[in-house]
């Protein structure tokens, strides 16, 4: 793992964006299309505000959540919402967003025809992953229904994963699709999240799933 120390948030988040762009330019460049996986939640909106204004062909970026809640865009609790919001306008408007959730009672219904969407843009070129306080990442949550079956080498691309935590049912990219993009990113802020980092270095998957990205990951850290 390689950890970055930022002076300050807005220097993170600047700082990310760039990374994330330059890397994006060298897929396009070498490979004519990249794919760029995010977070939801609230702490990468300001990523994506830059991200949107930067010049890259956007035409041939494919575009996806690490996770979704699963609940309609008219909820602020749509991480599709907040892409849509705060990434997919300006000069991203072209890219093309790969769904993450359709529109039905629960997630096992659209399951199959969402991970089909998703299939032909892998691997992930740049993924950007965020982490919840208590060593989440996308919505591999400790102690959720499916997290071993989630973390398991022959996991599917997508499941469906319910926590008490997490709220309403979730949709959540796999620990193996995770693992297989070309650069990773972990995206935190604050104090209780670098404790909860380093807790997680000393834990299991299991009891702290963002354990199973650190080995390859670069984690950007602010105060
Ligand atoms: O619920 C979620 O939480 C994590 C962390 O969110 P934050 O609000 O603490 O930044 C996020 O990475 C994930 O995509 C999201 O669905």
Redesign the pocket.
Known sequence: MKFETYPDREFLMLGLANVIAGQLADFLRREGRASLSV??????GPIFDTLSGVDLDWSRVAVF?????WVGEDSPRS?TRLLRERLLRGKAAGAALVPLYAPAETPEERLAELEECLRPHLPISVLL?????DM????LFPGADKLAEALAPDAPLLMPMRAEA?GEP?ITLTAPVLKGAMNIHILITGAEKRAALERALTLPPEEAPVRALLDNATVHWAE
């Open positions: 977070p939801g939640g609230t702490t990468p959540l690490n996770d979704e809640r991480n992953l965020g982490m919840g306080a989440h990442t996308a919505s997490a979730r």
